[in-house]
């Protein structure tokens, strides 16, 4: 079946612009994370989601960035008044169960976020 | 919060021998430990993963072995391939039965050489 989806895949935006990134989790997942990762480095937890709810958003860096999945399927991350330090690659993952059993995180093919 | 450890940063082997890529994390209530490949341009992929209640787990070429006492935890991945070649990513985490917000260390970059 299709996997994690993410859109757009690229994003070039200019400094004080906001930037709405999409994920498409599989099919049935309970539960969506987001992550973001430097060039390098690995994956950083921002945030995740069990259904609808937001049950974890300590690594979202400051109050311009914000996530939401308001019908526990796609989720959108929001970044407001970007600055060139927000550029990263920004990917989600999902996983079937919100724990114990189902426990992989399937990641998505990521949104790379350029700030000029 | 948990901190993960990884070591080396890149690794390079001959093709037919063995790599071995270690991680320390910090929380002792960490019970979940996941390795990832990711090879260039592509998204990180699980490969094994291993809960804090075993001491070892094996699937074919790769291996995965915990030591809670000391914290840390080790990829041993045998007969080494040209398509081992990749970043590979150790990562921790708290299982709950509410999420698991994973924790990831800095990666190494094997390279398997012919």
Known sequence: GAGVSQSPRYKVTKRGQ???????????????YWYRQA?????????????????????????????????????TLTIQRTEQRDSAMYRCASTLGAGGPGNEQFFGPGTRLTVL | GENVEQHPSTLSVQEGD????????????????????QELGKRPQLIIDIRSNVGEKK??????????????????????QPEDSAVYFCAA????????????GTGTQLKVEL
């Open chain 1, 39 to 75: 060039l390098g480095q690995g994956p950083e937890f921002l945030t995740y989601f069990n259904y609808e709810a937001q049950q974890d958003k300590s690594g979202l860096p400051n109050d311009r960035f914000s996530a939401e999945r308001p019908e526990g399927s796609i989720s």
């Open chain 2, 18 to 37: 063995s790599a071995v890529i270690k991680c320390t994390y910090s929380d002792s209530a960490s019970n979940y430990f996941p390795w990832y490949k």
């Open chain 2, 93 to 104: 985490s708290i299982l709950t039965g509410g999420g698991n917000k994973l924790t990831f």
């Open chain 2, 59 to 80: 699937d074919q070429r790769i291996a995965v072995t915990l030591n809670k006492t000391a914290k840390h935890f080790s990829l041993h991945i045998t007969e080494t």
């Open chain 1, 18 to 32: 906001d930037v709405a990134l999409r994920c498409d989790p599989i099919s049935g997942h309970v539960s969506l």
